[in-house]
Every structure is written in C-alpha cells, then in structure tokens.
DNA sequence: ACAGCCATGTAACTTGTTACATGATTTT
DNA sequence: AAAATCATGTAACAAGTTACATGGCTGT
C-alpha cells in the first residue's frame, strides 16, 4: 500500500525519502498512527530495483544533507494507474475483529463478551479521539481530509451498532 | 492473522493441515474468499519452529495418507490468549479504499469520482452476494456465521454512505 | 480413464515492520 | 548543553502469497 501511495505522490514532483514521509503523513489527515521512516527508504529502494522510480543524489548546496530524490518512471504511472483501475476490496472478513468473533465459536460464551467489551471501549476512545479532530480541525484540513475523518467515524459507528447487536444476540442464546 | 486461527482451532483438539484448512472456512462461514492450502503447511512450519505447537506423524491404518497431526503448547495457548486480550484496530485508514481516495488529493477530481464510481459498484456486488447468503443460509450457518454476515452488511452501509457522502461533497465543490 | 477431493510439502518472493547506526542543523 | 528536527540508510525478521511438485483414493 504504501509501495502506490509513494507513486502517488511521485506524480506532483520529485522528491526525496522524508519529504515523501511528510507528504504521506499530511495526505492521511493525521489518521495514519505511525509511519516509521525505515519502511519508506526500504521501500523505495525496492520501487526502484523494480525500476518503477529513479533516483539521483542533489547535492544541497548550503543545506543540511545531500539528499536522494527519487523521480516516477513511466512503468511506475502504469502501475499506479493500474492499482487505482482495481476495486478496494468490499467485505471486512480479513478484519482482525472480524476473525476473532469468528474464532469465539470454539470458545465459550463468557469469551465472546469479553472480547464485545473491549473492542467497544476502544471503538468508543478511538470515537473520543476522531471527535476531537473534527471539532478542532487541523489547520491544512481540507475537502479530502475532512470525507477520510467522516469515513472513518461511519466505520466507527457501523462497528459500535455491531457490537450491540452481537450483545443482544448473545442475551437471546443465553434465555433460551 | 491466520497463525492465531489457527492456534485457536488447535484448542479444541489436535489436527492436521488439511483439517485445519477446511473448519478455518467453515469458521469464517464462507466469507473468506480463498485460503490457499500452502499457506497453512507454511503457517504451521513457522509455529512449530516457534515452539507453539508441535507435531507427530500418525500412520493413519487403512486410510489415505500419512497425517502430520499439529497440538497447541502451553506457549501457544499463552500467545492466543494474549492475541485475544488485545483491542484489534479501531481506525479503518489502513483501509485500501481509504489510502487511495486520500490520494485523489494530488490527482484531479474526476480521478476521484471515476474511483468512488467504481468502489460503489464493487459494493453493490457484495451487496448482493451477501444478500444471497442471508436469504439462503448454509446448513450449518449459526448464531456466529449470522454474526458475521451482519456485521460485514454493516460495514458495507456504511461504505456505501460514505461514498454518497463524498459525491455530494464533491458536487459541492465544484458548484462553488 | 479422468476428474475431483484428500493430503503434504517446498521455493521463491513481496510487503510490512522494527531496531540499529550515523550525522548535521536548529531551536530551546 | 540538550532536545528536536532534518536526513539517510542497513539488517533482520514476520507474515502473506503464489506456483510448483507429489501421490493416493473415490466416484463417474
């Protein structure tokens, strides 16, 4: 994933491997908890291998370090254009919820509603988080930023009304 | 993902890789698309070499082939019970959909109802696949499968307002 | 005979992820 | 003087994924 978003941004401009970080970090809205700048050489180092970028040493006359900027092949818009082309995939199964719920079939019942239980305390504090953000918007904020957070509150809430209805079900099991 | 499953279906009884593909289908009540049997011998080599669990041929009498049988270890009922009492991801920005409708930024505003045109199809799709399943539940569909059939109903609404949402906001812009 | 299911595995590769190592410049 | 930011990279490992190779048994 991050492999295509740093195509993405490849297409505005050249650019060097923290200022792609920056970039990617500002893209997200600030929604993307962690990237560690690592994971954004190794994998320019790949894009490039694979010959989907190209790079050269700018020697920054007066500034800090030489720095690496990195340019888009053509192969490298194909790709992106193609990765763009494909549907996102529509069901959440290969959520790590989804798979723990599952997997409390082969477990007792008292385990499924702990598991309920503390997936919505982190829903609810991930709510608290995303509240904040959209009643204090980030001063960059802008069209895209603002449908990401929606987004993601409409996951959240689609997650909590889940929850409840795991909740209720499981009750129902329980009186019979 | 799988290595815990698969460590949690080792809880009931000890089982081969062959067994071990079919009840972790029949678990995500046949909403994960494919699983590729390699990946679960592969899987299972990396346990065992972890000590999570470990293994022993059977000579299965009169029956087919030999079986390699998989038992959880202490260790590994530790590790899944630890996988377990974590919160999974609350925030769906590692979502595919989500990274590239951030990305749209960069790129021109018909690039991102193009995008959002096709996600909606794809959803619609599922939409109706899932329907199906619902209507004509599988002979062995119980309270969990029915609970992950909703819940993945759930997130699709939800996908689907979403993208309704960034269509008007769209609109919205370019009226401006 | 042939398809399909039961059964096991290896090799190779991609992507994600962390920890470590290095050093300059700027701000407090 | 110390902390934060700017800047680059490597090594090693974890996890996901596919393609390939092998062979027995069962039903048509």
Redesign the pocket.
């Known amino acids: 994933?991050?492999?295509h978003a740093l195509l993405a941004l490849l297409v505005q401009q050249p650019r060097?491997?923290?200022?792609l970080k920056?970039a990617f970090e500002k893209t997200m809205g600030g929604l993307w908890p962690?990237i560690?700048?690592?994971?954004v050489?190794?994998?320019l180092?790949?894009l490039e291998r694979d010959a989907l970028v190209t790079s050269h040493v700018v020697d920054s006359t007066g500034?800090?370090?030489?720095?690496?900027v990195y340019e888009l092949t053509p192969a490298g818009l194909a790709a992106l254009k193609d990765w763009l082309a494909q549907p996102s995939e529509s069901i959440q199964i290969k959520n790590e919820f989804f798979v723990k719920l599952a997997l409390t079939q082969i477990m007792d019942l008292e385990e499924a509603k702990d598991l309920i239980a503390r997936q919505r305390r982190e829903y609810l504090q991930a709510m608290r988080i995303l509240d904040d953000l959209s009643a204090n918007p980030a001063s960059d904020a802008n069209l895209v930023s603002s449908l990401l957070l929606e987004g993601a509150l409409l996951y959240l809430r689609a997650g909590l009304e889940w929850l409840d209805l795991c909740d209720q079900r499981i009750a129902q099991q329980e009186v019979k």
């Open positions: 994933m991050l492999k060097h491997g923290y200022e920056v962690e560690n700048i690592g994971q050489y190794t994998t180092s790949r500034e800090r370090t030489d720095k690496r």
